[in-house]
């Protein structure tokens, strides 16, 4: 997959990315129209460039809801 973003084993809706060691360095979740990302810089890096090409409306690193609940 690009960016080397991979599906999980347990979830199609569940991303991961591994640096070239091997080792997680970022997750991502996603429901309908909605991502929760978590990981390293590097991840973020990565996941901005996924923004662009998917034209995400907006993201986010405080005070937001996923699905329904509330993260401060």
Not at 26 to 45: A, I, M, P, R
Not at 54 to 69: A, H, I, P, Q, T
Request: glycine share 12%.
């Amino acid at each position: 997959m690009r960016y080397g973003l991979r599906p999980s084993k347990s979830d199609d809706c569940l991303f991961l990315l591994h640096d070239k060691a091997g080792q997680l360095i970022g997750v991502s979740g996603w429901h309908v129209d909605d991502g929760l990302l978590c990981g390293t810089q590097e991840f973020c890096d990565v996941m901005r460039k996924v923004a662009k090409d998917l034209e995400f409306g907006k993201m986010v690193e405080k005070d937001f809801k996923f699905c329904g609940v509330k993260f401060l």
